[in-house]
């Protein structure tokens, strides 16, 4: 809408950055680099949001009742409305039959659904039996229920090519090969677990100490939060991700990040973008570590590794490609709200939405395609108060309040 303009409603969802597919929502495929409201007959958003995610080129937004509305690449039939056309506007996903869906999760080109009841269902692409259903041929285009999960299933996450989730008794499951190639050159002559090749969920081991409460997943790194506040990661190590150095780059069992350098705090939500990782402990205080060439972390470093001089003014040849240690982000300080994207993440502290990280579709929102290094109110939506925040791998969405006239256009 242009300025002045009467808003879409006292609630207005958001979207902006990569629109190849129509992830947007807005009914167009060009990349959008300010926040836009998805209003109007043909782009409308569903009322009752509590839920926004997105993956490689598609969105998934869930309502208080449980519905499912998706829009945006559907190659694969990663949007489960039974046909691989890609969808501009949101449409209702008429999902399994009688379900209510609690919980959604997008990877690359795939959704897993974790249902009401703690059962999960998943659509998309199955090439790396990321879906957990055994005999599927290379996507399904419709959930299919994950039956070999017999526990009750509280927490799920999709990482680019493998699945998770964690069940009511603390356990936590893995599947999708998207780990092996990786696992199996760092891991050689010795074999790859089965937690990490397997094509159907396999409960990961060396977490028996702990009682798992949620799960989170990278590019190809896994993430657990234990009752406790204790981190456990395991995965890919290339860009430090896994919060400290290791013998080799890999590390195929979990082990605990080291609460000392989180302060010494209990972590109570941990989130993970594609090669990053953000952790708020129960202070309020927010840590990141991991790729940072992008500004991901939040924090400008340079090569010596004191802090930067500003948000955009340091070179990029200055910066760290990645930090091992996790280092407190102050400008995060009582977050109340953390989104990743693949390189870029939102954040709501106060009455602010914040974004920082990779922005060369946009998706920071602040009208340009320069990498934002630090923590930045958006400009666009200084007067609309965030309710409700999510990223797919190049775009951001976020449910507002408008108080006001709010700038965007459609």
Not at 338 to 361: F, P, T, Y
């Amino acid at each position: 809408m242009e300025a002045g303009e009467p808003a879409c409603g006292p609630q207005c969802l958001f979207t902006w950055g990569a629109n190849s597919y129509g992830q947007l929502g807005r009914g167009g495929q060009q990349d959008q680099s300010e926040p836009g409201a998805v209003a109007g007959e043909e782009a409308a958003a569903p009322r009752g949001l509590v839920g926004a995610v997105g993956g490689g080129g598609h969105s998934a937004l869930l309502t208080a009742a449980g519905e499912l509305w998706v829009c945006g690449q559907n190659h694969r039939g990663q949007l489960g409305l039974g046909h691989t056309s890609d969808v501009l506007t949101f449409q209702l996903c008429p999902g399994p039959a009688g379900r209510v869906v609690r919980q959604v999760a997008c990877g690359w080109d795939f959704t897993l659904l974790l249902m009401e009841g703690g059962v999960v269902y998943s659509c998309g692409s199955n090439v790396f039996g990321q879906l957990g259903v055994p005999g599927l041929p290379g996507h399904g285009t419709q959930p299919r229920h994950v039956q070999s999960l017999c526990e009750e299933v509280t927490g799920v996450a999709a990482g680019l090519r493998h699945s998770m989730a964690v069940t009511g008794s603390g356990r936590v499951y893995q599947w999708g090969t998207g780990l092996a190639s990786e696992a199996r050159r760092a891991l050689h002559p010795d074999p790859v677990p089965a937690h990490l090749s397997a094509k159907e969920p396999s409960v990961v081991p060396g977490l028996e100490h702990v009682t798992a409460v949620a799960v989170a997943a990278g590019s190809s790194h896994c993430v657990c939060l234990a009752a406790g506040g204790a981190v456990l990661l395991w995965g890919s190590n290339r860009h430090g991700q896994l919060g400290a150095p290791l013998a080799g780059p890999f590390l195929s069992r979990p082990r605990s990040l080291d609460r000392a350098t989180l302060g010494g705090g209990a972590v109570v939500a941990v989130w993970s973008g594609w090669t990053h990782l953000v952790a708020k402990t129960e202070s309020g205080r927010v840590f990141t570590w991991g790729r940072a060439d992008y500004g991901q972390l939040g924090r400008p470093t340079t090569a010596n590794g004191s802090p930067g001089p500003g948000s955009h003014d340091v070179p990029g040849e200055l910066r760290h490609r990645s930090a091992e240690t996790a280092v407190e982000v102050k400008g995060l300080s009582a977050a109340t709200q953390i989104a990743c994207g693949s390189e870029h993440s939102l954040a709501i502290v106060g009455e602010q939405l914040l974004s920082w990280g990779w922005n060369e579709h946009g998706m920071c929102g602040d009208g340009t395609e320069e990498d934002v290094i630090r923590p930045q109110p958006i400009p666009a939506l200084l007067r609309a108060r965030p309710l409700l925040i999510g990223c797919g791998a190049g775009h951001s969405m976020a449910l507002c309040e408008v108080r006001e006239e709010v700038t965007g256009k459609p």
